[in-house]
């Protein structure tokens, strides 16, 4: 039976993804300052930062319609799944669910299933990857769904930003207490809960001892690391990434590492310097 993954593009897709039929974006977009981005493969994340960086307004980001995922259900594929970033964080997921619904009212019957990813970025491209695994081992669409699910259950994301000016303008840090040292350069070492909120789980004076008690954080939570993929999302920070990396694995063996650049949504929340660690 054929099959197709729909994944919104706040998660990022690897070259192999990309090249891949079975992968789908749907993409989100973002407004600042009379600019209207869409988030696909023509965005510029140097251009973008560099509009972030020059203006005094916050960016703004879009869902994509549930008339556009009711499009991208509509297709030859008899199973399809939809990877959304966090519901508690964007409308995405409804968006997706509301498409599935407009599917079958105006298609009828077809095993459609929106998967709420309770992350973003590359927490996202994990989940549409152990879908593609489910798949290929000819699994039921029940049984996909449901291995997929228990999956994200155990799936632990973690970020460090440069600023979390971004998120908190767009009422993303909703509960948490203010963060009000910044003259201080206290860099809060961020994650998000069973449910998707984001929560603060410590803090460091500079980024690098930020960043070192992150990798304690990973290490500290993760079960059966010889199984899981490591997947790292960085915005224009290579080296940092890459020295994230070196941490982890020197306290655990995944079974793969995967690196990719932040795509628009990530981007843009993110911010120039921002690292996500998903496993």
Do not use: W
């Amino acid at each position: 039976m054929s099959y197709k993954i729909i994944v919104d593009s706040c998660g990022e897709l690897t070259k192999e993804m990309k090249e891949s039929e079975v992968f789908e974006t749907a993409s989100l977009s973002i407004d600042i300052d009379g600019h209207h981005i869409v988030d696909d493969e023509s965005f510029d994340q140097k251009e973008f930062l560099k509009i972030v960086a020059e203006s005094p307004n916050c960016p703004k980001s879009s869902c994509p319609s549930p008339e556009a995922y009711m499009e991208g259900y509509h297709c030859e594929a008899e199973r399809v799944y939809a990877v959304t970033l966090s519901a508690e964080l964007s409308g995405s997921y409804n968006s997706a669910v509301l498409g599935k619904n407009l599917y079958h009212e105006e298609y009828g019957e077809k095993d459609i299933y929106v998967f709420n990813s309770r992350s973003a970025s590359v927490g996202e491209t994990l989940i549409a990857l152990k879908i593609e695994e489910c798949e290929k081992k000819n699994l039921s669409f029940h049984e996909v769904v449901r291995q997929v699910e228990e999956y994200i259950e155990e799936q632990n994301t973690y970020f460090v930003l440069e600023t979390l000016e971004t998120l908190r303008k767009n009422g993303r840090l909703t509960g948490l207490k203010a963060i009000v040292a910044t003259a201080l350069n206290i860099k809060p070492v961020m994650g998000a809960t069973p449910q998707g909120v984001i929560c603060q789980l410590g803090q460091a004076r500079g980024i690098k001892k930020a960043l070192v008690k992150m990798v304690d954080e990973v290490v500290k939570d993760v079960k059966r690391p010889e199984e899981k993929t490591l997947a790292i999302s960085h915005c224009n920070c290579l080296e940092r990434a890459e020295a994230v990396k070196r941490m982890i694995l020197e306290k655990i063996s995944p079974k793969k590492v995967i690196i990719l650049d932040t795509a628009g949504i990530s981007s843009m929340y993110a911010a120039d310097g921002g690292i996500i660690v998903v496993v």
